[in-house]
C-alpha cells in the first residue's frame, strides 16, 4: 500500500498515476500512528512546504520502520532585488517584520493597514491574536473548503476577509485581488512556481505593494525528487507495479 499526502495538484496527479497502474493507495491530510493498521511499502509527500512540521512525525516513523518516505519538493523561488521585499526565515522573523511594517505604515497611512495573507490558515491564529492586529485588516485567501472558511471565521476574521479559491493563479488574478482588497502588505512563502509564488510575488512589485517572503530554509533530507516524472520513475524502479488478475 501506497500512503500519498497532500491536496495539491501534483498529489492528484499522482494520484491518478498511481490508480491508472492499480497501485492500492490511501490519501490522507493528516496522520497519527495510532492510526496506522497496515504498513505502507511507501509513503509519498506531495504535500505544500507548509505542512513539513505537520508530517515530521510520520518521517521519524517511517525511518524506524524503515519505509522509504519520497518527498517531492518544489524548486526554490528566485525573487527580485527590491526594497518592497522583506525576506525572513521563518515564520517568527515574519510576524517581527509584520509588526514593524504594519506599526510604520499605520503612522504613514493615518488608518488600518491591510494585510493579505497566503500561507494558509495553518499559523494565522498568530498573527489574529499578535497587538499588531489592531491596527490591521486582515485578509486571508485559502483553499475552497469549508472546515478551512469555518476555521478563519472562528478566529474573528469577517467572512467579506475570507477568499476561499483553488490556485494556482496567473498574475492578472493576483493583481486583481490585491487591488480589490486594497492590500499593503502581502504575507506569502516560498512554495514554488508550482504554488504560484512568482505570479504572487510579480504582481505585489507591479502594484507597489511590500512583500513578507518566508524563505525555504529546511530543505527535507532524505527521499527526494523535484518532479512528478522524476517521482514516476522512481516508483516504476523501485516498488513493484501490481500484476493484473
Known amino acids: 500500500m501506497i500512503l500519498l499526502l497532500g491536496e495539491t495538484a501534483a498529489a492528484r496527479e499522482i494520484s491518478e498515476y498511481l490508480n491508472s497502474r492499480r497501485y492500492e493507495l490511501t490519501r490522507m491530510q493528516t496522520w497519527s500512528e495510532k492510526a496506522s493498521l497496515h504498513l505502507p511499502s511507501l509513503v509519498i509527500d506531495a504535500s505544500p512546504p507548509s505542512s513539513s512540521v505537520k508530517f515530521a512525525h510520520l518521517r521519524q516513523w517511517c525511518e524506524e520502520q524503515d519505509i ?18 522583506y525576506s525572513v526565515n521563518n515564520w517568527e522573523e515574519a510576524l517581527i517584520q509584520l ?42 485567501r485559502v483553499l475552497p473548503e469549508g472546515r478551512l472558511v469555518q476555521k478563519c471565521q472562528n478566529m474573528g476574521i469577517s467572512p467579506r476577509n475570507i477568499i476561499a479559491m483553488q490556485g494556482q493563479f496567473s498574475k492578472e488574478v ?67 507495479a501490481p500484476k493484473c488478475t
Do not use: C, M
Open 68 to 85: 522509504p518516505y519520497l518527498r517531492l519538493e518544489r524548486p526554490e523561488t528566485i525573487v527580485p532585488v527590491s526594497p518592497l521585499i
Open 99 to 140: 509588526e514593524d511594517r504594519v506599526g510604520t505604515l499605520y503612522q504613514e497611512k493615518g488608518r488600518l493597514v491591510t494585510v493579505f495573507v497566503t500561507t494558509g490558515s495553518h499559523q494565522l491564529e498568530s498573527i489574529v491574536r499578535s497587538p499588531f492586529a489592531r491596527l490591521a485588516r486582515i485578509v486571508v
Open 174 to 240: 493576483n493583481k486583481v485581488s490585491l487591488k480589490f482588497y486594497g492590500a499593503d502588505i502581502l504575507l506569502t512563502r516560498d512554495s514554488g512556481s508550482a504554488g504560484g509564488t512568482d505570479t504572487k510575488v510579480s504582481a505585489a512589485l507591479e502594484l507597489g505593494i511590500e512583500i513578507i517572503f518566508i524563505k525555504r530554509n529546511n530543505p527535507h533530507t532524505g527521499l527526494t525528487v523535484y518532479s512528478v516524472h522524476e517521482l514516476f520513475d522512481w516508483v516504476d524502479a523501485n516498488i513493484p
